[in-house]
């Protein structure tokens, strides 16, 4: 059916013998309507094969009822299980996702630019990095802002996070526990506000056992990185006994490029662990010792928080921190002793 037939409010009314404002209140829940006209237009409505427009309705009541979620194109390897359950958990708050990708920061303007011009009731931020300015720029148009998974420090902006710092510790007190001295951090990218508080997570639980200064080399989350900067660290540097990876992505990549290529055994030689706990990380070839990340959870808390947001805009804004779970796979092992 094309716009020019498209049946309207106005002739399901004149179908039923009521008026169009009678029709309207029998599709708005909570309204009160005798059960004869409700009867009367309902019927009328299916013969018609008379639909009402949720958004005509959504703006009456000045929302939209669409949540728009901004993701990075160079988006984690977990990012499809994130948006499923933020979706799942928008749509049971009776509101739609519009997904908008951004391939680079320099293209945060513009994507917000567009976000604005739909009305948007809110904003979950998936972004590797987002600017204060962009969360103050929402604030003037009076639509809330979730971010997941990163924080904005001395800002005034809800978040929800997994503890980067407790998951690190863990990964760390391991690798410590199997005798292991000789570390190198593969951290993700250096513009990603995950990767930096990963990084710091790392370094900081290194320190806390007197390991002052630990190489760092440089990826994007990706398994191709992963392999390129392993080799070239190798080519001009003695190898670690431990690598801590920003995530699983990037150690299942140091994994294969240690088998393949520097022809050492993963862990016998060298132990790898990982973070986020993506379903590849317990394959047979990998069983990675990694931190999972709650993302039902997180993702229902980032959701609740916004919604608490749109509903009273007063509420202070909150960070709130999850827990990871700790996965002991198979890609640990005590220190080699010629190592030590």
């Known amino acids: 059916m094309n716009k020019k037939n498209r049946v309207t409010s106005y002739d399901v009314a004149h179908a039923a013998g009521v008026s169009q404002s009678a029709v309207s209140r029998v599709y708005r829940p909570g309204v009160s309507v005798s059960k004869k006209t409700r009867e009367k237009v309902l019927k009328a409505a299916e013969e018609l094969g008379y639909k009402p427009n949720a958004i005509a309705r959504m703006l009456i009541n000045q929302s939209t009822g669409m949540i728009a979620v901004i993701i990075s194109s160079r988006a984690n390897v977990n990012f499809p299980e994130v948006l499923a359950q933020l979706n799942k958990h928008i749509a049971e708050k009776n509101k739609r996702v519009l997904l908008f990708t951004l391939d680079d920061a ?8 567009q976000i604005l011009a739909y009305q948007v009731d809110g904003v979950v931020a998936l972004t590797a990095h987002f600017e204060p300015d962009s969360v103050t720029q929402f604030a003037k148009h009076n639509i809330p802002v979730v971010l997941y998974n990163r924080e904005l420090p001395d800002h005034s902006v809800s978040s929800v996070c997994c503890n980067h710092d407790q ?11 199997h005798h292991h001295q000789h570390f190198l951090i593969m951290a993700g990218p250096k ?17 806390s ?12 989350y990706s398994y191709d990185s992963a392999r390129e900067c392993l080799s070239a660290y190798a080519e001009k540097n003695a190898l670690p006994t431990a690598i801590i990876c920003a995530n699983d992505t990037m150690a299942i990549g140091a994994i294969d490029e240690i088998r393949e290529n520097l022809n050492l ?18 394959w047979h070839s990998y069983q990675l010792t990694t931190v999972s990340q709650p993302t039902y959870f997180m993702t229902k808390a980032a959701v609740e928080t916004l919604v608490n947001l749109i509903e009273s805009p007063d509420i202070p804004p909150e960070t709130r921190y999850w827990p990871g779970k700790l996965i002991e796979g198979n890609s640990v092992a005590a220190a080699p002793r010629d190592n030590e």
């Open 265 to 282: 055994r993963v862990p016998e030689d060298i132990s790898v662990v990982g973070f986020d706990g993506i379903s590849a990380s317990s």
């Open 106 to 113: 320099d293209q945060l303007e513009t994507v917000i630019e």
């Open 191 to 207: 513009d990603s506000d995950v990767a930096r508080a990963r990084l710091s997570g790392a370094r900081n639980a290194l320190l």
């Open 209 to 220: 056992h007197g390991f002052t200064d630990t190489n760092v080399v440089y990826g994007d």
């Open 167 to 177: 998951g690190l510790r863990m990964l760390v007190d391991i690798l410590v526990n």
